[in-house]
């Protein structure tokens, strides 16, 4: 799927299921939420810490629910995310195009 479906699908299952948009305050506090359960997953699938008994682990399924809330806040705030990251490659291209390769850190 290209990103400009996804943008697309996301409108229209929130005009058909959704009513409407929640606020851009709420979506931004609902990210943050879906953010905050990825990394529960993340901190105990590969961190220190061991999942509780019951708790939700589907990695997948928190990566989806972060990028259907960004989804969301990009069409409510008319952000076309195929420009914007073609804009990031271009940006990151042209600012780290050496830095990364000469960073010793990475070469471990």
Known sequence: MEIKELQER????IKEYGVRYFSEL????CLTEEVGELARVMARRYGDQSFKAGEHTDLAEEMADVLWVLV???NQTGVDLTTAIE?????KTAR???RHRQNEKLRK
């Open 10 to 13: 996301v409108d229209a299952w």
């Open 26 to 29: 709420t979506n931004m506090a």
């Open 72 to 74: 969301c806040l990009a």
């Open 87 to 91: 804009d990031s490659f271009t940006k």
């Open 96 to 98: 780290d195009k050496e």
